[in-house]
T-cell receptor, first 109, second 112 residues
């Protein structure tokens, strides 16, 4: 079966750095997405990785290792507004998007 | 630019009632999706469409029907609502399969 694993919940301190991991086992791979979802709101797109390596976008970076079936989202200089759920999703060989259950990130002052 | 608009935003139904959720997008996207999101679970795909006049089943299609008569609209129907269908429903649209999906604000549906 297809499976995506993310930690259920993480806590970090304002101003710090946090890494949210995502491991996947899917039938084929055509890319990995990260989305942010604030409580009661819709998911919004953060990043897309299809090749190995690190993609940086401001305070957010996303890393992919296809051989290990592993990705992480790195958030720097954490702000209170970063408190949200972070969803990892993998595009499989049929271009179906397989979603993880999400990681709830709690930022403390 | 409205993006993806879902109506209604909230609804309470009694068991056995029917209703239709409407999704409209103004980005000329080919692909449209209906998901449900329940606490502690990821987004689960109900039905999707790869173009006007086409629909296909997703992971959890039972109890739901869809139609895509116009490219910009994707309707989700519940013929006979059940308490297990209490959820938050999200519609999304996408230009191509390897591009980000754009989500509506969701419909919070309670079935009593």
């Amino acid at each position: 079966g297809q499976n995506i694993d993310q930690p259920t919940e993480m806590t970090a301190t304002e101003g710090a750095i946090v890494q949210i991991n995502c491991t996947y086992q899917t039938s084929g791979f055509n890319g990995l997405f990260w989305y942010q979802q604030h409580a009661g709101e819709a998911p919004t797109f953060l990043s897309y990785n299809v090749l190995d390596g690190l993609e940086e976008k401001g305070r957010f970076s996303s890393f992919l290792s296809r051989s290990k079936g592993y990705s992480y989202l790195l958030l720097k200089e954490l702000q209170m507004k970063d408190s949200a759920s972070y969803l990892c999703a993998v595009l499989d060989s049929n271009y179906q998007l397989i979603w993880g259950a999400g990681t709830k990130l709690i930022i403390k002052p | 630019n409205a993006g993806v608009t879902q109506t209604p935003k909230f609804r309470v139904l009694k068991t056995g009632q029917s209703m239709t959720l409407l999704c409209a997008q103004d980005m000329n996207h080919e692909y449209m999706y209906w998901y449900r999101q329940d606490p502690g679970m990821g987004l689960r795909l109900i039905h999707y469409s790869v173009g006007e006049g086409t629909t296909a089943k997703g992971e959890v299609p039972d109890g739901y029907n869809v139609s895509r008569l116009k490219k910009q609209n994707f309707l989700l129907g519940l013929e006979s609502a059940a308490p297990s269908q209490t959820s938050v429903y999200f519609c999304a649209s996408q230009m191509r399969e390897n591009q980000p999906q754009h989500f509506g604000d969701g419909t919070r549906l309670s079935i009593l």
